[in-house]
Protein backbone atom coordinates (compact mmCIF):
# COMPACT_ATOMS: atom_id res chain seq x y z
CA UNK A 1 0.00 0.00 0.00
CA UNK A 2 2.85 2.14 0.45
CA UNK A 3 4.27 1.65 -2.76
CA UNK A 4 1.01 2.32 -4.14
CA UNK A 5 0.72 6.07 -2.50
CA UNK A 6 4.36 6.69 -3.52
CA UNK A 7 3.31 6.06 -7.21
CA UNK A 8 0.60 8.42 -7.19
CA UNK A 9 2.59 11.30 -8.11
CA UNK A 10 4.39 9.92 -10.91
CA UNK A 11 1.06 8.31 -11.80
CA UNK A 12 -0.66 11.41 -12.07
CA UNK A 13 2.34 12.92 -14.71
CA UNK A 14 1.79 10.24 -16.51
CA UNK A 15 -2.04 10.47 -16.91
CA UNK A 16 -1.71 14.11 -17.57
CA UNK A 17 0.81 13.00 -20.06
CA UNK A 18 -1.61 10.33 -22.17
CA UNK A 19 0.20 8.01 -20.71
CA UNK A 20 -1.29 6.26 -17.73
CA UNK A 21 -2.88 2.64 -17.49
CA UNK A 22 -3.40 1.80 -13.19
CA UNK A 23 -3.21 -1.53 -13.93
CA UNK A 24 0.68 -1.37 -14.71
CA UNK A 25 1.26 0.60 -11.71
CA UNK A 26 -1.21 -1.80 -9.31
CA UNK A 27 1.19 -4.68 -11.42
CA UNK A 28 4.52 -3.39 -10.21
CA UNK A 29 3.21 -3.75 -6.52
CA UNK A 30 4.19 -7.59 -6.39
CA UNK A 31 2.43 -10.55 -8.03
CA UNK A 32 1.61 -12.65 -4.79
CA UNK A 33 0.02 -9.86 -2.88
CA UNK A 34 -0.99 -8.09 -5.50
CA UNK A 35 -2.96 -11.28 -7.53
CA UNK A 36 -4.51 -12.10 -3.62
CA UNK A 37 -5.90 -8.75 -3.07
CA UNK A 38 -7.26 -9.11 -6.67
CA UNK A 39 -9.11 -12.39 -5.96
CA UNK A 40 -11.27 -10.73 -3.36
CA UNK A 41 -13.55 -9.43 -5.88
CA UNK A 42 -14.90 -12.93 -6.48
CA UNK A 43 -15.86 -12.10 -2.33
CA UNK A 44 -17.16 -8.80 -2.14
CA UNK A 45 -18.65 -8.43 -5.96
CA UNK A 46 -21.98 -10.48 -5.17
CA UNK A 47 -24.02 -10.44 -1.81
CA UNK A 48 -23.25 -6.68 -0.70
CA UNK A 49 -24.12 -5.61 -3.87
CA UNK A 50 -27.35 -7.67 -3.78
CA UNK A 51 -27.97 -5.64 -0.97
CA UNK A 52 -28.36 -2.62 -3.25
CA UNK A 53 -30.65 -4.38 -5.59
CA UNK A 54 -32.82 -5.09 -2.58
CA UNK A 55 -32.86 -1.44 -1.46
CA UNK A 56 -33.84 -0.49 -5.06
CA UNK A 57 -36.72 -2.86 -4.80
CA UNK A 58 -38.13 -1.95 -1.56
CA UNK A 59 -38.50 1.76 -2.81
CA UNK A 60 -40.20 0.79 -5.76
CA UNK A 61 -42.72 -1.42 -3.62
CA UNK A 62 -43.30 2.02 -2.19
CA UNK A 63 -43.81 3.62 -5.26
CA UNK A 64 -46.06 0.54 -6.28
CA UNK A 65 -48.13 0.23 -3.19
CA UNK A 66 -48.16 4.52 -2.61
CA UNK A 67 -46.34 4.45 0.45
CA UNK A 68 -44.65 7.63 1.52
CA UNK A 69 -41.32 8.08 2.41
CA UNK A 70 -38.29 6.02 2.23
CA UNK A 71 -37.98 2.29 3.56
CA UNK A 72 -36.61 1.56 6.90
CA UNK A 73 -33.89 -0.76 5.10
CA UNK A 74 -33.25 1.77 2.23
CA UNK A 75 -30.25 3.66 3.90
CA UNK A 76 -28.88 0.90 5.78
CA UNK A 77 -28.55 -1.17 2.49
CA UNK A 78 -27.41 1.57 0.58
CA UNK A 79 -24.62 2.21 2.97
CA UNK A 80 -23.51 -1.35 2.92
CA UNK A 81 -23.32 -1.12 -0.58
CA UNK A 82 -21.28 1.94 -1.07
CA UNK A 83 -19.07 0.72 0.89
CA UNK A 84 -18.82 -3.17 -0.50
CA UNK A 85 -18.93 -1.03 -4.61
CA UNK A 86 -15.64 0.67 -3.73
CA UNK A 87 -13.64 -2.44 -2.45
CA UNK A 88 -15.40 -4.55 -5.36
CA UNK A 89 -13.84 -1.86 -8.36
CA UNK A 90 -10.24 -1.79 -6.95
CA UNK A 91 -10.21 -4.92 -6.28
CA UNK A 92 -11.40 -5.66 -9.46
CA UNK A 93 -9.10 -3.02 -11.41
CA UNK A 94 -6.24 -5.10 -9.58
CA UNK A 95 -7.76 -8.51 -10.77
CA UNK A 96 -7.95 -7.05 -14.02
CA UNK A 97 -4.22 -6.23 -13.92
CA UNK A 98 -3.31 -9.72 -13.32
CA UNK A 99 -5.82 -12.09 -14.94
CA UNK A 100 -6.57 -9.86 -18.17
CA UNK A 101 -3.13 -7.78 -18.61
CA UNK A 102 -2.59 -8.52 -22.53
CA UNK A 103 -6.21 -8.16 -22.92
CA UNK A 104 -7.70 -5.47 -24.28
CA UNK A 105 -10.79 -6.53 -25.56
CA UNK A 106 -14.23 -4.73 -25.35
CA UNK A 107 -15.74 -6.90 -22.81
CA UNK A 108 -13.04 -5.86 -20.33
CA UNK A 109 -13.46 -2.67 -20.50
CA UNK A 110 -17.31 -2.80 -20.36
CA UNK A 111 -17.43 -4.08 -17.62
CA UNK A 112 -14.58 -2.56 -15.66
CA UNK A 113 -15.80 1.24 -16.53
CA UNK A 114 -19.78 0.06 -16.21
CA UNK A 115 -18.69 -1.64 -12.73
CA UNK A 116 -16.79 2.00 -11.50
CA UNK A 117 -19.79 4.11 -12.99
CA UNK A 118 -21.94 1.83 -11.13
CA UNK A 119 -20.36 2.33 -7.98
CA UNK A 120 -19.79 5.54 -8.06
CA UNK A 121 -23.25 5.92 -8.83
CA UNK A 122 -23.82 3.38 -5.00
CA UNK A 123 -21.74 6.08 -3.34
CA UNK A 124 -23.57 9.31 -4.40
CA UNK A 125 -26.98 7.05 -3.56
CA UNK A 126 -26.34 6.46 -0.19
CA UNK A 127 -25.17 10.18 0.56
CA UNK A 128 -28.39 11.20 -1.41
CA UNK A 129 -30.48 8.49 0.93
CA UNK A 130 -28.93 10.49 4.23
CA UNK A 131 -29.73 13.37 3.36
CA UNK A 132 -33.65 12.28 2.32
CA UNK A 133 -33.48 10.86 5.20
CA UNK A 134 -32.49 14.55 7.00
CA UNK A 135 -35.48 16.58 5.69
CA UNK A 136 -38.28 13.82 5.45
CA UNK A 137 -39.06 15.56 8.73
CA UNK A 138 -40.10 18.88 6.02
CA UNK A 139 -43.15 17.57 4.76
CA UNK A 140 -43.38 19.29 1.50
CA UNK A 141 -43.68 18.93 -2.29
CA UNK A 142 -40.46 19.23 -2.97
CA UNK A 143 -39.20 16.68 -0.65
CA UNK A 144 -41.60 14.53 -2.73
CA UNK A 145 -40.12 15.45 -6.08
CA UNK A 146 -36.88 14.78 -4.70
CA UNK A 147 -37.70 11.06 -3.59
CA UNK A 148 -39.23 10.61 -6.88
CA UNK A 149 -35.78 11.67 -8.52
CA UNK A 150 -34.23 9.54 -5.98
CA UNK A 151 -36.00 6.23 -7.17
CA UNK A 152 -35.00 6.43 -10.76
CA UNK A 153 -31.85 7.26 -10.31
CA UNK A 154 -31.44 4.14 -8.10
CA UNK A 155 -32.88 2.08 -10.86
CA UNK A 156 -31.07 3.46 -13.45
CA UNK A 157 -28.00 2.98 -11.34
CA UNK A 158 -29.60 -1.02 -10.21
CA UNK A 159 -29.60 -1.57 -14.00
CA UNK A 160 -25.90 -0.72 -14.60
CA UNK A 161 -24.95 -2.80 -12.20
CA UNK A 162 -26.98 -5.42 -14.14
CA UNK A 163 -25.06 -4.54 -17.36
CA UNK A 164 -21.46 -4.89 -15.70
CA UNK A 165 -22.53 -7.84 -14.29
CA UNK A 166 -23.58 -9.70 -17.47
CA UNK A 167 -19.68 -8.82 -18.95
CA UNK A 168 -18.09 -10.13 -15.92
CA UNK A 169 -19.92 -13.13 -16.27
CA UNK A 170 -18.61 -13.20 -19.88
CA UNK A 171 -15.40 -12.96 -18.55
CA UNK A 172 -15.40 -15.61 -16.85
CA UNK A 173 -17.26 -17.95 -18.70
CA UNK A 174 -17.40 -16.91 -21.97
CA UNK A 175 -19.06 -15.10 -24.67
CA UNK A 176 -22.97 -15.42 -24.57
CA UNK A 177 -22.99 -16.89 -21.16
CA UNK A 178 -25.80 -15.00 -19.98
CA UNK A 179 -27.73 -15.17 -23.09
CA UNK A 180 -27.42 -17.93 -25.07
CA UNK A 181 -30.25 -20.02 -23.80
CA UNK A 182 -32.93 -17.07 -24.43
CA UNK A 183 -31.26 -16.72 -27.82
CA UNK A 184 -29.54 -20.15 -28.63
CA UNK A 185 -26.83 -20.05 -31.91
CA UNK A 186 -27.89 -21.36 -35.24
CA UNK A 187 -26.08 -23.99 -36.40
CA UNK A 188 -24.60 -24.00 -39.63
CA UNK A 189 -23.81 -26.18 -41.88
CA UNK A 190 -20.72 -26.92 -42.16
CA UNK A 191 -18.71 -28.30 -45.58
CA UNK A 192 -16.77 -31.53 -45.79
CA UNK A 193 -13.28 -30.32 -46.32
CA UNK A 194 -11.85 -30.29 -49.74
CA UNK A 195 -10.10 -33.03 -50.95
CA UNK A 196 -7.72 -31.23 -52.94
CA UNK A 197 -6.47 -29.07 -49.56
CA UNK A 198 -7.07 -32.86 -47.94
CA UNK A 199 -4.20 -33.74 -50.11
CA UNK A 200 -2.31 -30.60 -50.28
CA UNK A 201 -0.99 -31.20 -46.29
CA UNK A 202 2.33 -30.90 -45.47
CA UNK A 203 3.86 -33.18 -43.07
CA UNK A 204 4.37 -30.71 -40.44
CA UNK A 205 0.32 -29.83 -41.48
CA UNK A 206 -0.41 -33.22 -40.46
CA UNK A 207 1.77 -33.10 -37.33
CA UNK A 208 -0.63 -30.24 -36.38
CA UNK A 209 -3.65 -32.33 -36.69
CA UNK A 210 -2.44 -35.35 -35.66
CA UNK A 211 -0.37 -33.89 -32.51
CA UNK A 212 -0.92 -30.61 -31.56
CA UNK A 213 -4.59 -29.71 -32.23
CA UNK A 214 -5.97 -32.79 -29.85
CA UNK A 215 -3.17 -30.82 -26.99
CA UNK A 216 -4.79 -27.58 -27.45
CA UNK A 217 -8.77 -28.60 -27.49
CA UNK A 218 -8.10 -30.51 -24.34
CA UNK A 219 -6.04 -27.99 -22.59
CA UNK A 220 -6.04 -24.77 -23.96
CA UNK A 221 -9.38 -23.97 -25.88
CA UNK A 222 -11.59 -23.77 -22.99
CA UNK A 223 -10.49 -20.50 -21.97
CA UNK A 224 -8.19 -19.08 -24.92
CA UNK A 225 -11.15 -20.43 -27.49
CA UNK A 226 -14.21 -18.98 -29.68
CA UNK A 227 -16.27 -18.40 -26.35
CA UNK A 228 -13.36 -16.88 -23.82
CA UNK A 229 -10.04 -15.60 -24.47
CA UNK A 230 -8.54 -14.95 -20.93
CA UNK A 231 -5.28 -12.62 -21.39
CA UNK A 232 -6.43 -11.68 -25.02
CA UNK A 233 -5.04 -14.61 -26.28
CA UNK A 234 -7.30 -16.86 -28.83
CA UNK A 235 -6.02 -20.07 -30.52
CA UNK A 236 -8.37 -21.51 -31.70
CA UNK A 237 -7.30 -20.44 -35.67
CA UNK A 238 -4.07 -19.11 -37.51
CA UNK A 239 -5.64 -15.74 -38.21
CA UNK A 240 -6.40 -15.38 -34.07
CA UNK A 241 -3.01 -17.21 -32.93
CA UNK A 242 -1.16 -14.48 -34.72
CA UNK A 243 -3.08 -11.48 -34.82
CA UNK A 244 -1.59 -8.04 -34.59
CA UNK A 245 2.34 -7.31 -33.99
CA UNK A 246 4.78 -10.24 -33.55
CA UNK A 247 5.53 -8.67 -29.76
CA UNK A 248 2.04 -9.53 -29.14
CA UNK A 249 1.95 -13.55 -30.55
CA UNK A 250 1.73 -16.38 -27.91
CA UNK A 251 3.63 -18.18 -30.21
CA UNK A 252 6.60 -17.18 -32.08
CA UNK A 253 7.49 -19.77 -35.28
CA UNK A 254 10.76 -21.42 -34.94
CA UNK A 255 11.56 -20.32 -31.62
CA UNK A 256 9.91 -22.44 -28.95
CA UNK A 257 12.12 -20.59 -26.36
CA UNK A 258 10.57 -17.38 -26.91
CA UNK A 259 7.37 -18.23 -27.06
CA UNK A 260 4.56 -17.00 -24.34
CA UNK A 261 2.80 -20.37 -24.78
CA UNK A 262 5.52 -22.40 -23.77
CA UNK A 263 6.85 -20.56 -20.97
CA UNK A 264 3.15 -20.93 -19.40
CA UNK A 265 2.61 -24.60 -19.80
CA UNK A 266 6.14 -25.16 -18.37
CA UNK A 267 6.01 -23.34 -15.61
CA UNK A 268 5.68 -24.93 -12.25
CA UNK A 269 1.89 -26.17 -11.10
CA UNK A 270 2.47 -24.09 -7.87
CA UNK A 271 3.53 -21.00 -10.21
CA UNK A 272 0.20 -18.70 -10.69
CA UNK A 273 0.93 -17.73 -14.08
CA UNK A 274 1.37 -21.93 -15.02
CA UNK A 275 -1.48 -22.71 -18.08
CA UNK A 276 -3.46 -24.42 -17.68
CA UNK A 277 -4.60 -23.15 -14.50
CA UNK A 278 -6.43 -25.95 -13.28
CA UNK A 279 -6.03 -29.64 -13.56
CA UNK A 280 -2.22 -31.44 -14.02
CA UNK A 281 -1.52 -29.35 -16.75
CA UNK A 282 0.73 -30.70 -19.96
CA UNK A 283 3.08 -33.76 -19.57
CA UNK A 284 6.34 -34.09 -20.63
CA UNK A 285 6.03 -35.74 -23.81
CA UNK A 286 3.02 -32.85 -24.55
CA UNK A 287 5.26 -30.06 -23.99
CA UNK A 288 7.93 -31.84 -26.02
CA UNK A 289 5.35 -31.71 -28.82
CA UNK A 290 4.44 -28.28 -28.23
CA UNK A 291 8.00 -27.48 -28.86
CA UNK A 292 8.32 -29.45 -31.78
CA UNK A 293 5.46 -28.20 -33.27
CA UNK A 294 6.84 -24.56 -32.79
CA UNK A 295 10.26 -25.11 -33.63
CA UNK A 296 9.40 -26.71 -36.94
CA UNK A 297 7.61 -23.62 -37.84
CA UNK A 298 4.50 -23.53 -36.56
CA UNK A 299 2.28 -24.60 -39.11
CA UNK A 300 -1.69 -24.57 -38.98
CA UNK A 301 -3.55 -25.38 -41.31
CA UNK A 302 -7.46 -23.98 -41.79
CA UNK A 303 -8.49 -27.50 -43.62
CA UNK A 304 -11.47 -29.38 -41.30
CA UNK A 305 -9.60 -32.72 -41.64
CA UNK A 306 -9.69 -36.06 -40.33
CA UNK A 307 -11.95 -38.91 -39.41
CA UNK A 308 -13.57 -39.42 -42.46
CA UNK A 309 -15.70 -36.12 -42.79
CA UNK A 310 -16.54 -32.87 -41.88
CA UNK A 311 -16.38 -32.04 -38.43
CA UNK A 312 -16.25 -29.20 -35.27
CA UNK A 313 -13.36 -26.65 -36.49
CA UNK A 314 -10.54 -26.38 -33.68
CA UNK A 315 -11.88 -26.13 -30.47
CA UNK A 316 -15.45 -26.93 -31.45
CA UNK A 317 -18.20 -24.15 -31.40
CA UNK A 318 -21.34 -24.42 -28.50
CA UNK A 319 -23.06 -25.69 -30.80
CA UNK A 320 -21.77 -29.22 -32.41
CA UNK A 321 -22.01 -28.69 -36.19
CA UNK A 322 -22.70 -31.63 -38.69
CA UNK A 323 -22.47 -31.60 -42.57
CA UNK A 324 -25.99 -32.50 -43.79
CA UNK A 325 -24.42 -35.30 -45.80
CA UNK A 326 -22.75 -36.68 -42.85
CA UNK A 327 -25.79 -36.25 -40.61
CA UNK A 328 -28.17 -38.19 -43.69
CA UNK A 329 -26.12 -41.17 -43.85
CA UNK A 330 -25.72 -41.32 -39.88
CA UNK A 331 -29.54 -41.12 -39.67
CA UNK A 332 -29.70 -44.33 -42.13
CA UNK A 333 -27.09 -46.09 -40.05
CA UNK A 334 -28.90 -45.61 -37.30
CA UNK A 335 -32.12 -47.21 -38.09
CA UNK A 336 -30.14 -50.19 -40.00
CA UNK A 337 -28.90 -50.44 -36.24
CA UNK A 338 -31.77 -50.73 -34.65
CA UNK A 339 -33.23 -53.14 -36.90
CA UNK A 340 -30.05 -55.19 -36.18
CA UNK A 341 -31.19 -55.16 -32.09
CA UNK A 342 -28.76 -52.13 -31.18
CA UNK A 343 -29.82 -49.27 -29.07
CA UNK A 344 -29.58 -45.95 -30.77
CA UNK A 345 -30.75 -43.27 -29.23
CA UNK A 346 -29.64 -39.15 -28.93
CA UNK A 347 -27.50 -38.16 -26.41
CA UNK A 348 -29.65 -35.12 -25.78
CA UNK A 349 -32.83 -33.52 -27.09
CA UNK A 350 -31.20 -31.58 -29.55
CA UNK A 351 -28.01 -33.14 -29.87
CA UNK A 352 -26.50 -34.32 -33.51
CA UNK A 353 -24.21 -37.01 -31.57
CA UNK A 354 -25.80 -40.79 -30.51
CA UNK A 355 -25.81 -42.77 -28.04
CA UNK A 356 -25.11 -46.49 -28.96
CA UNK A 357 -25.49 -49.65 -26.99
CA UNK A 358 -25.03 -53.20 -28.56
CA UNK A 359 -24.17 -54.94 -25.55
CA UNK A 360 -27.74 -56.73 -25.56
CA UNK A 361 -28.10 -57.45 -29.62
CA UNK A 362 -28.93 -61.28 -30.06
CA UNK A 363 -27.22 -62.57 -31.86
CA UNK A 364 -24.43 -60.81 -30.11
CA UNK A 365 -23.07 -58.26 -32.43
CA UNK A 366 -19.50 -59.33 -34.23
CA UNK A 367 -17.17 -58.09 -36.67
CA UNK A 368 -19.57 -58.33 -39.37
CA UNK A 369 -21.81 -55.98 -38.21
CA UNK A 370 -19.37 -53.49 -37.68
CA UNK A 371 -19.55 -52.36 -40.97
CA UNK A 372 -22.92 -50.74 -39.54
CA UNK A 373 -20.82 -48.19 -37.78
CA UNK A 374 -19.11 -46.75 -40.60
CA UNK A 375 -21.43 -44.23 -40.94
CA UNK A 376 -22.45 -43.10 -37.99
CA UNK A 377 -18.57 -43.03 -36.47
CA UNK A 378 -18.36 -39.51 -36.82
CA UNK A 379 -21.22 -38.80 -34.87
CA UNK A 380 -21.07 -40.94 -32.24
CA UNK A 381 -20.70 -39.84 -28.17
CA UNK A 382 -20.86 -42.97 -26.38
CA UNK A 383 -20.42 -46.62 -27.62
CA UNK A 384 -21.27 -49.57 -25.52
CA UNK A 385 -19.69 -52.90 -26.82
CA UNK A 386 -19.50 -54.59 -24.16
CA UNK A 387 -20.13 -58.61 -24.32
CA UNK A 388 -20.07 -58.06 -28.07
CA UNK A 389 -18.40 -60.98 -30.13
CA UNK A 390 -16.24 -58.02 -31.35
CA UNK A 391 -12.84 -58.41 -32.24
CA UNK A 392 -9.32 -56.35 -33.63
CA UNK A 393 -11.00 -56.57 -36.90
CA UNK A 394 -14.19 -54.86 -36.18
CA UNK A 395 -13.12 -52.09 -34.01
CA UNK A 396 -10.22 -50.69 -36.82
CA UNK A 397 -13.72 -50.41 -39.08
CA UNK A 398 -14.20 -47.62 -36.49
CA UNK A 399 -11.80 -45.02 -36.85
CA UNK A 400 -13.18 -41.46 -37.26
CA UNK A 401 -14.71 -41.14 -33.72
CA UNK A 402 -13.70 -37.86 -32.92
CA UNK A 403 -16.65 -37.11 -31.02
CA UNK A 404 -16.29 -40.27 -28.63
CA UNK A 405 -16.42 -39.60 -24.99
CA UNK A 406 -16.88 -42.78 -23.05
CA UNK A 407 -15.95 -46.59 -24.77
CA UNK A 408 -16.73 -49.30 -23.07
CA UNK A 409 -14.79 -52.90 -24.93
CA UNK A 410 -15.29 -55.30 -21.44
CA UNK A 411 -15.28 -58.80 -21.89
CA UNK A 412 -14.58 -58.38 -25.61
CA UNK A 413 -12.17 -60.22 -27.73
CA UNK A 414 -10.64 -56.63 -29.10
CA UNK A 415 -6.97 -55.87 -27.93
CA UNK A 416 -4.17 -53.77 -28.59
CA UNK A 417 -4.19 -53.54 -32.18
CA UNK A 418 -7.79 -52.60 -32.95
CA UNK A 419 -7.32 -49.82 -30.27
CA UNK A 420 -4.19 -48.43 -32.21
CA UNK A 421 -5.97 -48.22 -35.29
CA UNK A 422 -8.05 -46.22 -34.41
CA UNK A 423 -5.78 -43.04 -33.59
CA UNK A 424 -5.78 -40.27 -31.14
CA UNK A 425 -9.32 -39.79 -30.25
CA UNK A 426 -9.48 -36.14 -29.25
CA UNK A 427 -12.32 -36.73 -26.60
CA UNK A 428 -12.10 -39.62 -24.91
CA UNK A 429 -12.67 -39.60 -21.52
CA UNK A 430 -13.34 -42.86 -20.29
CA UNK A 431 -12.92 -46.48 -21.54
CA UNK A 432 -13.47 -49.99 -20.21
CA UNK A 433 -11.20 -52.97 -21.15
CA UNK A 434 -12.62 -55.28 -18.23
CA UNK A 435 -12.01 -58.52 -19.26
CA UNK A 436 -10.46 -57.94 -23.06
CA UNK A 437 -7.24 -58.93 -24.28
CA UNK A 438 -5.23 -55.68 -24.11
CA UNK A 439 -1.73 -55.89 -22.68
CA UNK A 440 0.70 -53.68 -21.61
CA UNK A 441 2.02 -52.43 -25.19
CA UNK A 442 -1.06 -50.54 -25.54
CA UNK A 443 0.11 -48.72 -21.89
CA UNK A 444 1.76 -45.57 -24.70
CA UNK A 445 -1.34 -45.34 -27.12
CA UNK A 446 -3.48 -44.62 -23.53
CA UNK A 447 -0.81 -42.02 -22.41
CA UNK A 448 -1.32 -40.15 -25.58
CA UNK A 449 -4.93 -39.89 -25.65
CA UNK A 450 -5.59 -35.85 -25.13
CA UNK A 451 -8.50 -36.11 -23.12
CA UNK A 452 -8.61 -39.47 -21.10
CA UNK A 453 -9.10 -39.38 -18.03
CA UNK A 454 -9.89 -43.67 -16.57
CA UNK A 455 -9.55 -46.36 -17.42
CA UNK A 456 -10.67 -49.96 -16.04
CA UNK A 457 -7.86 -52.62 -16.83
CA UNK A 458 -9.03 -55.01 -14.26
CA UNK A 459 -8.85 -58.67 -15.41
CA UNK A 460 -6.26 -57.97 -18.21
CA UNK A 461 -1.99 -58.26 -18.49
CA UNK A 462 -2.44 -54.40 -18.62
CA UNK A 463 -3.06 -54.05 -15.00
CA UNK A 464 0.60 -54.24 -14.26
CA UNK A 465 2.75 -51.79 -12.32
CA UNK A 466 5.22 -51.20 -15.37
CA UNK A 467 2.00 -50.50 -17.47
CA UNK A 468 0.31 -48.43 -14.78
CA UNK A 469 3.18 -46.20 -14.18
CA UNK A 470 3.71 -45.65 -17.97
CA UNK A 471 -0.20 -44.42 -18.17
CA UNK A 472 -0.32 -42.33 -15.44
CA UNK A 473 2.99 -40.61 -16.17
CA UNK A 474 1.12 -37.05 -16.47
CA UNK A 475 -0.84 -37.54 -13.46
CA UNK A 476 -4.42 -37.17 -15.57
CA UNK A 477 -5.09 -40.82 -15.81
CA UNK A 478 -6.95 -42.93 -12.97
CA UNK A 479 -6.46 -46.62 -13.39
CA UNK A 480 -9.02 -49.18 -12.29
CA UNK A 481 -7.33 -52.15 -11.45
CA UNK A 482 -7.38 -55.08 -9.12
CA UNK A 483 -6.14 -53.62 -6.36
CA UNK A 484 -9.42 -51.45 -6.51
CA UNK A 485 -10.79 -51.66 -3.02
CA UNK A 486 -14.38 -52.72 -3.90
CA UNK A 487 -17.29 -52.01 -1.09
CA UNK A 488 -17.77 -55.32 0.85
CA UNK A 489 -21.25 -55.74 2.73
CA UNK A 490 -20.09 -55.07 6.67
CA UNK A 491 -22.47 -57.51 7.61
CA UNK A 492 -22.29 -61.45 8.30
CA UNK A 493 -23.07 -62.71 4.58
CA UNK A 494 -26.64 -63.64 3.79
CA UNK A 495 -27.60 -67.39 4.21
CA UNK A 496 -27.72 -69.18 0.68
CA UNK A 497 -31.65 -70.00 -0.39
CA UNK A 498 -32.44 -73.44 1.18
CA UNK A 499 -33.18 -75.90 -1.20
CA UNK A 500 -35.59 -78.68 -0.56
CA UNK A 501 -34.94 -81.99 0.59
CA UNK A 502 -35.47 -85.10 -1.65
CA UNK A 503 -38.90 -86.40 0.03
CA UNK A 504 -37.75 -89.32 2.57
CA UNK A 505 -39.13 -92.50 2.75
CA UNK A 506 -41.12 -92.65 5.85
CA UNK A 507 -41.21 -96.05 8.12
CA UNK A 508 -44.04 -98.30 7.40
CA UNK A 509 -46.57 -97.74 9.87
CA UNK A 510 -46.98 -100.99 12.11
CA UNK A 511 -50.87 -100.68 13.89
CA UNK A 512 -51.34 -102.44 16.48
CA UNK A 513 -53.50 -104.98 16.91
CA UNK A 514 -57.16 -103.76 17.15
CA UNK A 515 -58.67 -105.29 20.97
CA UNK A 516 -62.36 -105.05 20.55
CA UNK A 517 -64.15 -104.96 23.88
CA UNK A 518 -67.06 -106.90 24.11
CA UNK A 519 -70.52 -105.02 24.11
CA UNK A 520 -72.77 -106.41 26.63
CA UNK A 521 -74.93 -108.17 25.82
CA UNK A 522 -78.42 -106.86 26.80
CA UNK A 523 -80.18 -108.60 29.64
CA UNK A 524 -82.56 -110.83 28.48
CA UNK A 525 -86.30 -110.65 29.82
CA UNK A 526 -87.02 -113.40 32.17
CA UNK A 527 -90.95 -114.23 32.53
Known amino acids: MIDLLASVPTATLAFFAGAFDPTLVIADLGSDLGRTFGRVHALVVHFPLSLGLVAVA ?4 RTLTRREGLSPLTLPLLTITAIAAVFAAGTGWINA ?3 YENDGGTTLQLHRWIGLASAVAFVGLAVWCRVISARLELASAKNAVTIVDFRWTALAAALALGVAGHFGGELVHGTGYTTELLFPAVAKPEEAPN ?8 SDDRYFLEKVRPILEAHCLECHGPRKQKGGMRLDSKAWLFNGTQDKWAVIPGKSAESLLVHRVELERIDPDAMPPEGDGLNVDEQAVIRKW ?5 AYPEVRAGGGGGGAAVGGAA ?10 KAEAAAKALIARGVLVQPVAADSPLFDINASRAEPAFSDADAALFVDIAPVVANLNLAKSAITDAGIAQLRGMRYLERLRLDFTAVGDVGLQALGTMPRLESINLVGSKVT ?18 WQTTLDDPAATKTMTAGGKIEIIGAD ?9 PMPEDAKPDAPKAEAPKTEAPKTETPKPEDPKPTL
Open 484 to 492: LPLAQPKGP
Open 440 to 457: PALAQWIASQPALRRVYV
Open 195 to 202: EADVAALT
Open 58 to 61: AEWW
Open 319 to 328: VVEIAPAVRA
Open 294 to 298: IDDGA
Open 97 to 99: SFE
